[in-house]
Nanobody, 115 residues
Framework: QVRLVESGGSLVQPGGSLKLSCATS????????MEWYRQAQGNKLELVAS???????VYGESVEGRVTISRDNAKNTAYLQMNSLKPEDTAAYYC?????????WGKGTLVTVSS
């Protein structure tokens, strides 16, 4: 059974930092690209960042320079370090694992940026 479990979301003040984690099981993690998406209330799903099985990183325009995606193949876990958070970063954050036509999703973790 494939499982992706996001954690690390919380309430944080503007300018603060958070590190999200996406723990996986049931997949050969090193073969999968890992992605972080977010969805703010009333908005479409937006790609935040992705990291390929080869380690190549891609970032969404709205977060570039403020977030870093990483992966630990030994721990089957992907991470999203977010700095200089803004109120507009408030959203549910989801991770997915993608390989070829197979994509698995987690249930999300909520990030709220507010003073």
């Amino acid at each position: 059974q494939v499982r992706l479990v996001e954690s690390g979301g919380s309430l944080v003040q503007p300018g603060g930092s958070l590190k999200l984690s996406c723990a996986t099981s049931g997949i050969t993690f090193r073969n999968y690209a890992m992605e972080w998406y977010r969805q703010a209330q009333g908005n479409k799903l937006e790609l935040v960042a992705s990291i390929g099985s080869n380690g190549i990183e891609v970032y969404g325009e709205s977060v570039e320079g403020r977030v870093t995606i990483s992966r630990d193949n030994a721990k089957n876990t992907a991470y999203l370090q977010m700095n200089s958070l803004k109120p507009e970063d408030t959203a549910a954050y989801y991770c997915d694992a993608r390989s070829g036509t197979m994509t698995y999703w987690g249930k999300g973790t909520l990030v709220t940026v507010s003073s």
